[in-house]
């Protein structure tokens, strides 16, 4: 009886778990943007262009989005077509991706 109580608690446990991961993923959640170059960048839309395996991505800058080249701060003026870049995007609204921190060059994020 007691084995039967546990197995049935770690189930929905697991099922609770999955549910609030999957809301959190929908709403808002970061995802890693592996080490890629950069394709365009609009400062005007406030835009820059990425290649993820085989697809451009249109990652939105943001007033939060923090920029970062050699150890230091940077700004969104320091993206340059074909510099490499990785970092954190959020999930927004419409498919949109934000940009959340951006490590320019080749340095490790931290």
Do not use: C
Request: proline fraction near 1%; glycine fraction near 6%.
């Amino acid at each position: 009886m007691k084995t039967r109580r546990l197995f049935l608690t770690t189930i929905l446990t697991v099922a609770a778990w999955v549910v609030i991961q999957a809301t959190a993923f929908a709403a808002g959640a970061t995802v890693r943007l592996a080490k890629t170059k950069v394709e365009a960048v609009d400062l005007t839309n406030l835009t820059f262009t990425v290649t993820v395996k085989a697809t451009n991505l249109v990652v939105f800058i943001t007033p939060d989005t923090r920029f970062f080249k050699a150890g230091k701060s940077a700004t969104s003026k320091d993206l340059t077509v074909g510099e490499t870049v990785h970092g954190t995007l959020r999930k927004a609204a419409e498919a949109r991706r934000e940009a959340v921190r951006i490590y320019l060059g080749d340095e490790a994020g931290k």
